[in-house]
């Protein structure tokens, strides 16, 4: 158990669906991050919240919407997906900034396909 | 140039056997790094830091060259547990916040 719930683990959808993919950490941080991994690439970076304010975009489409009401919740809403989308979405946290901020945590990931 | 570069492997090893992997990254003003390492179809978890006097965790030892810059993680006595992809990770500060860097990964595959 690492302290960071992330569900649903598994997703299917259409590409004119809408859903949300829900992180909770229960460690006390105060950063909070979506990261997108594809077969073979490095984690990519999607978006960052520090205390509860978006600090980083990282250039993602606008179909990808993140949601953070407050340091122990972050949610990811999704809509008109594309199959290129089809990856795994992690969520993570981190003591930032500050001398432990740069070890994240993770949860276990939502493995998304897009049809 | 990729900000982290790694061997993507498979570095295929005997149970018992010494493996090396080495990483290096582009960004000289990097301030931290770490060894994560990823089970198949899990989550990244947190393996060791990587001091610059360099740092042993059990069978595991980190080194950084920061002239070179360069990291390395060798495993001793591989176990067949040790079979998974490891991830280099360098940080440094971007907009007010640490920015975290992750290579692609190097998969190990240890066997009986």
């Known amino acids: 158990e690492t302290g960071v719930t992330q569900t649903p683990r598994h997703l299917v959808m259409g590409m004119t669906n809408k859903k949300s993919l829900k992180c909770e950490q229960h460690l006390g941080h105060n950063a909070m991050y979506w990261y997108k991994q594809s077969a073979k690439k490095p984690l990519e970076l999607m978006f960052v919240y520090s205390l509860e304010e978006r600090v980083e975009n990282n250039s993602v489409p606008s179909r990808f919407s993140p949601e953070c009401p407050n340091s122990s919740h972050l949610f990811l809403h999704l809509h008109t997906l594309q199959p290129e989308d089809s990856a795994l979405y992690l969520c993570?946290?981190?003591?930032?900034?500050?001398?432990?901020?740069?070890?994240?945590?993770f949860g276990s990931g939502t493995q998304l396909s897009v049809l | 140039r990729k900000e982290v570069e790694q061997d993507p492997g498979p570095f295929n090893v005997p149970e018992g056997a010494t493996v090396a992997f080495n990483c290096t990254y582009s960004n000289s003003a990097s301030q931290s790094f770490f060894w994560y390492r990823q089970d198949c179809r899990k989550e990244p978890k947190l393996l060791m830091s990587v001091y610059s006097s360099g740092n042993e965790d059990g069978r595991f030892t980190a080194q950084l060259n920061r002239a070179s810059q360069y990291i390395s993680l060798l495993i001793r006595d591989s176990k067949l547990s040790d079979s998974a992809t490891y991830l280099c990770?360098?940080?440094?500060?971007?907009?007010?916040?640490?920015?975290?860097?992750f290579g692609a990964g190097t998969r190990l595959a240890v066997h009986p």
């Open positions: 993570a946290s981190s003591q930032d900034p500050g001398q432990g901020g740069r070890k994240l945590f």
């Open positions: 990770v360098v940080t440094h500060v971007s907009g007010g916040y640490n920015k975290l860097i």
